[in-house]
């Protein structure tokens, strides 16, 4: 019997999702890539997506470390954690998601053969593109515009990866930059020296590349149903909970100290699980008027550890007044300014 991993897996099956499926937050399209490896018959599976401004980030990272949590609230750009590993992307409406679903099977050789498949596919619509790695692609001369994650399930493999036509630069590096601060200085050029753009080398728009990834990749169809996208539906609310998307094993201790006039001297220690606040401790030699302690862990709990979240916190529940002399100024620029 000849082993799986001796053929190929292209071309594959394209799934066609209903019209009014387009452009849905990532979590949906995610969500679609489990209900494939979980119902669908034993095939492999392709299906091509896009979005509206959207970091998603992956599966070990804590989110506050790696993108700048507040820069995308300001700019309405999603935030979505998948399940596979890998660091932080930023999509938008120049670039084109691609998810493939295969049957079991070792890793390596599916990263080459998909790789192979799109560098051939980008080749012959006149791209001058090759593999770097494993799981990358190059536009030559220029940067990245490919790069792919992936994840087990049972008796399947689940692969995504981005495809780079155009995309917002600002919003790029603004988004996956915690601090904003360098989009002042050096950081704009060195990201756009390290990434492609394939519209600089393809004549065709964004659309109709989508449509020749369906081309280079696949030979046969499979319809999803009404019935198939509300089963998604409800894969898809996983996607949502705040303990997924921030919170993390990872543990971390913030502390931060210092002497206002007028209050004393505070300390403040943030016990974190990934970039969600768990537990508030101050000490120090203010005046408490009631126990500030219990107000501000109250207040703070499961808030995001960014600054425009906690500042939200406290206008809502005003902990400060527990201290004499403490203004809500006060208590944000000793935790956030470093």
């Known amino acids: 019997m000849t082993n799986f991993w001796e053929t190929t897996c292209f071309p594959a099956c ?15 399209y995610l969500a679609a890539e489990e209900y494939l490896a979980q ?8 299906f091509t997506w896009c979005l509206h401004p959207t970091v998603v980030i992956g599966r070990n990272q804590v989110a506050h470390q790696e993108i700048n949590l507040d820069f995308c609230k300001e700019n309405n750009i999603d935030v979505i954690r998948r399940k596979s590993g890998g ?3 930023y ?4 670039n084109i998601m691609v998810s493939l679903v295969t049957r079991s099977g070792k890793v390596e050789p599916l990263f080459i053969q998909y790789a192979t498949a799109e560098v051939e596919g980008l080749r012959a619509l006149g791209a001058p593109v090759s593999l ?7 536009l030559e001369g220029k940067g990245k515009i490919c790069g792919n994650a992936f994840y087990h399930l049972t008796n399947r493999n689940i692969v995504h ?4 036509y155009d995309t917002n630069m600002y919003y790029m590096l603004g988004a996956l930059n915690p601090d904003i601060k360098k989009l002042e200085s050096k950081g704009v050029q060195s990201i756009r020296s390290r ?12 659309s109709e590349l989508r449509k020749e990834l369906r081309k280079m990749l696949t030979n046969r169809s499979v319809e999803l149903t009404e019935k198939d996208i509300h089963i998604i539906e409800k894969l898809e609310q996983n996607y949502y909970s705040p303990d997924f998307l921030y919170g993390s094993p990872s543990k971390a201790d913030i502390e931060r100290s210092r002497h206002i006039e007028g209050c004393g001297t505070i300390e403040i220690k943030l016990h974190l699980k990934g970039s969600q606040i768990d537990k508030t401790e101050l000490s120090g030699d203010f005046f408490e008027l009631e126990s500030a302690t219990p107000a501000f862990n109250n207040a703070l709990k499961g808030i995001n550890f960014t600054y425009e979240s906690v500042k939200e916190a406290l206008e809502r529940n005003n ?6 002399n403490l203004r809500k100024e006060d208590f944000l620029e000793t935790l956030f300014s470093t």
Do not use: H, Q, W
């Open 14 to 28: 394209f799934v066609v999702f209903p019209p009014d499926t387009e452009f849905r937050r990532a979590a949906f």
């Open 39 to 46: 119902f669908l018959p034993e095939d492999d599976y392709v």
């Open 87 to 89: 660091g932080a992307i």
């Open 91 to 94: 999509a938008d409406e120049g």
């Open 132 to 138: 770097s790695g494993r799981n990358d692609i190059i």
């Open 161 to 164: 990866g981005t495809m780079l």
């Open 195 to 206: 990434v492609g753009f394939l519209k600089d080398s393809l004549s065709i728009s964004v």
């Open 319 to 324: 902990p400060e007044k527990c201290i004499r």
